[in-house]
């Protein structure tokens, strides 16, 4: 189920006085999306572990703050990036999942700014005044591959 259908079957709970089986299935469907939920976060976290122990050429607290940050976070497939200097400042340029779904592409060019300390790339919007989301890139060693993962605070 994805988020869509979820919201569907959240609406009825606005209905009045709704029926005991109407109320039954709408917990069973938040049930299902929890479950399906809560085992992507684990698949995500497998992977943050598998890549810091084998793949992470940077400081692993680097990982942990910027997910400390995050609502929410969701490890996506691996992408690969061309480095970019301008201005002696260093950008990665990388194709990601367009996950707020906005334009018809399944992904979408993005031009990251390197943090150096941290060792990872960021690309981040505003929303609202104190809502963002973004993807972090952290990369594998040689810097032509980077783990993917996109955030909203």
Not at 14 to 19: F, G, K, L, Q
Request: glycine fraction near 4%.
């Amino acid at each position: 189920m994805d988020d869509k259908e979820f919201d569907e079957i959240a609406a009825m709970s606005e209905v009045m006085n709704p029926t005991p089986e109407e109320e039954q299935e709408l917990w069973d469907a938040f049930n299902k999306y929890d479950y399906e939920h809560s085992k992507k976060q684990v698949e995500g976290f497998k992977k943050i572990l598998h890549f810091l122990t084998d793949d992470y050429s940077g400081d692993v607290r680097s990982i942990i703050e910027a997910l400390a940050n995050a609502d929410e976070f969701e490890v996506l497939d691996d992408v690969e990036g061309t480095l970019k200097v301008v201005n002696n400042k260093l950008y990665i340029e990388a194709n990601v999942p367009n996950i707020r779904g906005y334009g018809k592409e399944e992904t979408i060019k993005c031009t990251f700014e390197w943090y150096h300390a941290d060792n990872y790339a960021c690309w981040q919007r505003t929303e609202y005044e104190d809502s963002y989301y973004g993807y972090l890139l952290f990369p594998y060693y040689g810097f032509k591959k980077f783990m993917c993962i996109y955030y909203n605070c």
